[in-house]
């Protein structure tokens, strides 16, 4: 079990750039979660995949975002022509089926200049 | 809709003293509630959650939290912290049918001082 894994850890991109994150979540995980912080906030959910399936979207999740979960397997989330507001750190998590045992990767943190 | 509410945004405290982050929430059914600590840029790791059962819930590194129904309160409590206990700690609420989801409060930062 090497856990949730991110990648980048930190990205800088200008502004009207498109950035594309990816999670690994643990291997036998079917649920898989984007969380989104800015600076002195908790975390905010994105969205959320059963399997390959995305099943939920916040409404935070504009049309500049986009999630897959190719297979079931690694997830990435896409951010087309960047905004200042889009800053923040992207926060990956899995869990198993049916219970609450979230793991939460180290993040990617998107600077955009 | 569900929400959380951290009390404070920072704690001081001194070394080997007791502490309480303070935790409420709002929610119109039964919820699930959960503290989270998050070290300088890493991703949270879970301190503890209440379920079910037992209103006195025990967790890591000596953590404990109480479920309060009547005051929709969840506290965390640690009787003597330490200096590696210094961290941001989250509050967090999720409603049965909510595809376990979390709601997170703000953080409130505890700093442990020597």
């Known amino acids: 079990d090497t856990g949730v894994s991110q990648d980048p850890r930190h990205k800088i991109t200008k502004r009207g750039q498109n950035v594309t994150f990816r999670c690994d979540p643990i291997s036998e995980h079917n649920r898989l979660y984007w969380y989104r912080q800015t600076l002195g906030q908790g975390p905010e959910f994105l969205t959320y995949f059963q399997n390959e399936a995305q099943l939920e979207k916040s409404r935070l999740l504009s049309d500049r975002f986009s999630a897959e979960r190719p297979k079931g397997s690694f997830s990435t989330l896409e951010i087309q022509r960047t905004e200042q507001g889009d800053s923040a750190m992207y926060l990956c998590?899995?869990?198993?089926?049916?219970?609450?045992?979230?793991?939460f990767g180290s993040g990617t943190r998107l600077t955009v200049v | 809709a569900q929400s959380v509410t951290q009390l404070d945004s920072q704690v001081p405290v001194f070394e080997e003293a007791p502490v309480e982050l303070r935790c409420n929430y709002s929610?119109?059914?039964?919820?699930?509630l959960f503290w989270y600590v998050q070290y300088p840029n890493q991703g949270l790791q879970l301190l503890l959650k209440?379920?079910?059962?037992?209103?006195l819930v025990k967790g890591i590194n000596g953590f404990e939290a109480e479920f309060n129904k009547s005051q929709t309160s969840f506290h965390l409590r640690k009787p003597s912290v330490h200096i590696s206990d210094t961290a941001e700690y989250f509050c967090a609420v999720s409603e049965p049918g909510s595809n376990y989801k979390l709601t997170f409060g703000k953080g409130t930062l505890l700093t442990v001082n020597p």
């Open positions: 998590a899995s869990s198993p089926a049916e219970n609450y045992g979230y793991t």
């Open positions: 929610s119109s059914v039964s919820v699930y």
């Open positions: 209440y379920l079910s059962g037992s209103t």
